[in-house]
């Protein structure tokens, strides 16, 4: 028999499609300590070139077949120390693959609190039971009067003891139980109904009223939309056979198991025990257990529905180290404006009032002017919330009035989800702590524009709203998937060493908020670091931290050329060899694609670094310190649509999507409420994961098919025909019931407090809506303009 160890490989090499020495190799890289990150990176000979989701998949695997192995041998410990242990039983524990099978073995063994067949036995009754069974013809209520005892008054106790032990034979019966699970998840339906007098307080549930489907075709976000509904007490949930012909197949199978497939006496009393088992004990644990199930497997497509969005608003692209001017939007407390230099410094705040109660438009905008001009602002970055479209038109009207030879700020309007979180957090407080609250926000604004991965991960990845059905699901697994997500992602697209943030340098494969806090700390004290050795001069970094956490920090313009690049110090030796072999100085060689063409990799494989390796410094040597994040591209929003009363069916958007969920993908296309792009509407082709078409920040263009302005709902369609085939089938969009209202999150539709990211150009283009690089909006010459607006513009630029 294969040891614990091999039969754990074996396993985990079959489900990620690797060979068990690669299984073996990356457990033992992961079990001294390696973070996901630097086996996938720097470790492709040892395990064979697994990549960051086949390892994170074997990591989580691993940690479930081991929980597993030590249950087994807990139960035949167990099992052992009652003297029960036969080979065959031995065999069978050997042999399950799953808790649930282990469990359903052990069932008999477990010790148990004193039951009806525990006392049924004590009462003598168990040879009635092995006489019945032996002998169908007789009469069971002629056997039972010869067990009538004191503790047992007459036939029908006795017969009822009887059954009672066979119920539990039944019960136990891991054969039974497996084969009732199989025709149960293949044929049992999950049924909702609505509690009476819940119709109008649980209208957003009103699809689920009166609904059944097969329990194996549940999707994700219906099983949560009616768990929710059952859990605020809307709806009753049901998970069963067919109410007859399942339910007598279920009873059947239980009967088989009790030889009752005549017409004797016998095997009538026995089929009566069968339907009583199956409705006074199986179908409730079954019912259970699929409830769970369901439960279980609606919140893992859920968390890997959030995980793959917060990786890609994560990825979004960077609009760069750009002085940036962030406004925060709001009506009766003001906009909120913050200038952030290049690197994220803070350099100025102010607050504006340029809507009610004071109607201060001007006096706004000559704010904005003077901002611009005293700090060279090139990016504005304006958030979605109440009031940001008008403060886009404020913006915009300011841009236009720029002289013709200053380079007008392009202006984006960017998610501003969570950044309320920032705001009032410990970390924003220790980063600002005389700054007031409401201006922190405009701060993050600023910043997550520059740079969005180096700001979001300051905030709780929960908060950022691009999950489905988030708060419904187990938080522990959701909060280590997302953090897995966040790990991934900061170590692929790299970190610089001396302008990082301690947030974003704890994500960081080998550190940690600890350590991230001492490098800062060190940092402060004695100036940037000059080269990457120099991290281990840190408090409480040591060898294995370094070797963990080297390879994906960069310093710029240091000593050691190659420490701007994913090169690992480990392997610089190979990569100075390459560059000897080319003749020519490392820094003119780096960014030369051309330098390399006369070499082979081949050449430098040695006994530590193979061919990946190699490769892989090839790559970094014509390219250092690549960002793999994609080029910086906005959307433009369409003049003279700013709310859902605006929208017409068949006008043509363009638009941002900022969530992307089982049944379909939300857009923003400017009106404070995302419209839906449902499955069936995201190609001319058929989709079934919403994922393999679209990308949470990705600009779209879009038709709209319908406005429901009383509803809040709004549906788009991607389609080529415009959404001919969504106006003919209206049917289709309702599929996503209250998940299309609440999919981002507890309590209601995708509005402007609460979506996810994504950018979104306020530029006005002519000819309507048209994605591009940033450019500057057009704009007249300023230097003619008249009256208060043209005369702050005149000073403000008098010395540019």
């Known amino acids: 028999m294969l040891d614990t160890a091999a039969r754990i490989a074996q396993t985990i090499a079959r489900e990620i499609g690797a060979a068990p020495n690669q299984v073996n190799s990356a457990v033992t890289l992961l079990d001294e300590g390696a973070t996901v990150p630097f086996v996938a990176r720097y470790r492709k000979e040892a395990t064979g070139g697994l990549d960051d989701t086949q390892l994170r998949t074997l990591a989580e695997r691993l940690a479930y077949l081991r929980e597993l192995e030590a249950r087994r041998l807990a139960i035949v410990d167990s099992i052992k120390s009652q003297d029960k242990l036969t080979e065959e039983l031995a065999s069978s524990i050997a042999k399950a693959e799953t808790k649930a099978q282990l469990e359903d073995i052990y069932l008999p063994y477990k010790p148990k609190r004193r039951t009806k067949a525990m006392i049924a036995r004590e009462n003598g009754l168990e040879p009635l039971v092995e006489a019945i069974l032996a002998d169908h013809s007789a009469d069971p209520e002629v056997l039972a009067a010869g067990y009538i005892t004191e503790a047992v008054p007459g036939s029908k106790e006795a017969l009822n003891g009887a059954r009672d032990i066979l119920t539990e034979r039944m019960t136990e019966n891991a054969g039974l139980l497996g084969r009732l699970r199989q025709f149960l998840q293949a044929e049992a339906r999950f049924a909702a109904r609505v509690v009476e007098g819940k119709e109008q307080a649980g209208a957003k549930f009103s699809d689920y009223f009166d609904h059944s489907e097969r329990w194996a075709d549940v999707p994700s976000h219906r099983a949560l939309a009616m768990l929710r509904g059952a859990n605020e007490g809307v709806l009753t949930l049901d998970i069963g056979p067919e109410p007859e012909e399942g339910v007598a197949r279920a009873e059947a199978m239980v009967a088989a198991e009790l030889g009752a497939s005549g017409s004797g006496p016998g095997d009538k009393w026995l089929r009566k025990v069968a339907g009583w088992t199956w409705r006074v004990k199986l179908s409730l644990s079954m019912m259970l257990e699929l409830m769970s199930e369901l439960r279980s497997r609606a919140q893992e497509d859920a968390i890997q529905v959030f995980a793959r969005n917060l990786k890609d608003l994560l990825f979004a692209a960077p609009a760069g180290a750009r002085p940036t001017l962030g406004l925060d939007p709001g009506i009766r407390t003001g906009v909120k404006a913050a200038v952030v230099d290049a690197t994220g410094k803070l350099l100025a705040t102010e607050t504006l009032y340029p809507f009610q109660p004071k109607n201060d438009l001007r006096g706004a905008q000559v704010s904005i002017l003077k901002l611009i001009a005293e700090h060279g602002v090139e990016l504005i970055a304006i958030g979605n919330g109440t009031a940001s ?273 089982a049944f379909g993908a939300f857009v923003d296309v400017g009106v404070h409420q995302d419209g839906l792009v449902h499955v069936s509407q995201l190609a001319d082709k058929f989709v079934k994961d919403p994922h393999e078409v679209v990308k949470t920040g990705q600009v779209v263009k879009v038709t709209v098919t319908e406005v429901d302005v009383a509803r809040k709902r709004i549906a788009l369609t991607m389609r080529k025909d415009g959404g001919a085939s969504a106006r003919e089938d209206r049917n289709a969009r309702s599929e996503a019931g209250p998940a299309a209202k609440g999919g981002a999150g507890r309590g209601g539709q995708h509005s402007r407090g609460q979506k996810p990211g994504g950018y979104k150009s306020g530029g006005q283009k002519p000819g309507g809506q048209k994605s591009g690089k940033m450019s500057a909006s057009p704009r007249s010459g300023g230097s003619t303009e008249t009256g208060a607006l043209g005369a702050a513009l005149m000073d403000a630029f008098k010395k540019t």
């Open 389 to 661: 479209r008008e403060t886009e038109r404020m913006v915009a009207e300011v841009i236009k009035h720029l002289p013709a030879k200053v380079k007008a700020p392009t202006k984006v309007v960017v998610s501003e989800a969570g950044a309320s979180v920032y705001s009032a957090s410990e970390l924003a407080a220790r980063e600002f702590p005389d700054l007031d609250v409401s201006l922190r926000g405009a701060v993050s604004i600023a910043r997550r524009l520059q740079d969005p991965l180096a700001e979001l991960v300051k905030i709780e990845p929960k908060s950022i709203g691009v999950g489905q059905y988030q708060h419904d699901v187990d938080q522990h697994r959701l909060s280590k998937s997302l953090e897995a997500v966040i790990e991934d992602v900061v170590n692929g697209v790299g970190v610089d060493l001396n302008m990082a943030s301690a947030p974003l340098l704890a994500h960081v494969s080998g550190l940690g908020p600890g350590l991230a806090e001492a490098i800062v700390a060190h940092r402060d004290v004695n100036g940037a670091f000059a080269s990457r050795r120099e991290l281990l001069k840190v408090a409480r970094l040591g060898p294995k931290a370094f070797e963990q956490c080297a390879g994906f920090l960069r310093i710029r313009d240091g000593k050691e050329p190659l420490d701007a690049s994913s090169v690992h110090p480990e392997a610089y030796s190979v990569a100075r060899q390459v560059v000897a072999a080319c003749g020519r100085d490392i820094r003119q060689i780096m960014g030369d694609d051309s330098a390399l063409k006369g070499l082979r990799a081949e050449q430098f494989v040695d006994e530590t670094f193979g061919l990946p390796t190699v490769r892989d410094i090839f790559a970094e040597l014509e390219k250092p310190g690549r960002d793999p994040r994609p080029s910086f591209v906005t959307a433009t929003f369409a003049d003279g649509v700013e709310t859902m009363q605006d929208l017409k069916p068949g006008m043509v958007l363009e638009g941002t999507v900022t969530n992307v969920a």
